[in-house]
């Protein structure tokens, strides 16, 4: 997903035979787009050489605080400045004891005190220390101060014992910093997104709804912002914060929620997300005063609501992708294939509602990708990380079109992205 490309990443090795592991880590890491600089202590370089760590970090690599030279080229505070993240590993013992007292007695444990980057520490050492009351202690100290703690792996120690201590693997210390950075797939795009429910009114107390409770179209939306995306999330009712970085408009009806998308698509967007659950029809009128109750039934008229997705699908200029979500109880992927070619859409992202750990309300998600080309299925997972990998599947339409430019308003856009 690119989560890594550009930031900087300083890795602070001690020392520890599980050195050797930091290595294949820089390679990870820099292949994934970081920039990477190290920090040896002493220890550390018994069991490794700088020069080894400076080739393949492709830097020069720090181990003194006060060595002149290194402070006319990269300070210590500026090295501090630098990082977007801060890795100790292989985190000893007495490293871990000297982070938890806030001594600053070496380049890398000042640089801690001195960088306002997260931390990670990847402890290693024998069972026996880990489990020690004052290592776990220490542990404890650094967790609370939110400090993130990789590891350590149990299994078979170079010392011949057996237990937990040994370093996380290179792929998974790669791995938990890519998770730590949102992606920026969708820098400089404009996406405007449909959320929660609409409520279509019967008179100033009743309505017509449904059980949608905004949670996955304000987790896309957390997500496109966290890629980078300008983000509009037109919201139905619902009590949701919204998410950092977007700009929410509230609506009730689908009438309302029609208006709202198509002001915001006055201004050309490069994506559009229909993943609210819009009211198909409404009642004929909405009672100004409140119904009273007289008789046995009570016939309610509807009329179909305007279809919001196909019109914006529809409309010109069009956003450059339309992404819909089907909301399915029975044959799925052909009823969602269906809609997809029915309202215009480049891709549909079909839910199955009848089940009830996935879907309306629930935390967790499984869907089905269903493009030009076929269907996909993307397994259960909580929806704020279902929502990231629906917005970097979007990001890869623009990184594979070459349809990504914007159209003008105003401008007849035949022909752009479909
Ligand atoms: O909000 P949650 O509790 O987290 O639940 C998430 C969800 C189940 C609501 C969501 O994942 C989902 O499936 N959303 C689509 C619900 C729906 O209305 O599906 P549909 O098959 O009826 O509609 C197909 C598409 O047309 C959707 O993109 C819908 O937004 C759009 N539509 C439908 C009717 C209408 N009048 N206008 C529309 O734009």
Redesign the pocket.
Known sequence: MGHLQNRNIIIGVTGGIAAYKIAETIRLLRKSGAAVRVIMSRGAQAFMTPLTLQSLSGNPVHTDLLDETAEMGMGHIELARWADAYLIAPATADTLARLAMGRADDLLTTTALATPAPLFVAPAMNQQMWSNTATQANMRILEERGITVLGPGHGTQACGDIGAGRLAEPEEMSAALEDFFPSRELAGKRVVI????TLEAIDPVRFVSN???????FALAQAAAEAGADTVLVAGP?TLATPPNVRRVDVQS?EEMLAACLAQLATPSHLFI???????YRPVVAANQKIKKSGESLQLELVR??????A?ATMSPRPVKVI?????TEHMVDH?QA?RKA?GLDV??A?D?SRKDI????DS?A?TWIDGSGAESIPMTS?KNLARILVSRCAQLFAEGEDDDLPQTGRESGGIGH
């Open positions: 449909t959320a929660g429910p059980h949608s409770s905004g949670k996955m179209g619902v689908a229909g993943s609210a659950a819009v009211a198909d609501n305007p279809d919001i997705i196909a914006v819909g979500f089907a909301a399915e969602a809609k309202k549909i992202v839910n509602v879907g309306f309300d629930s998600n869907v929806k």
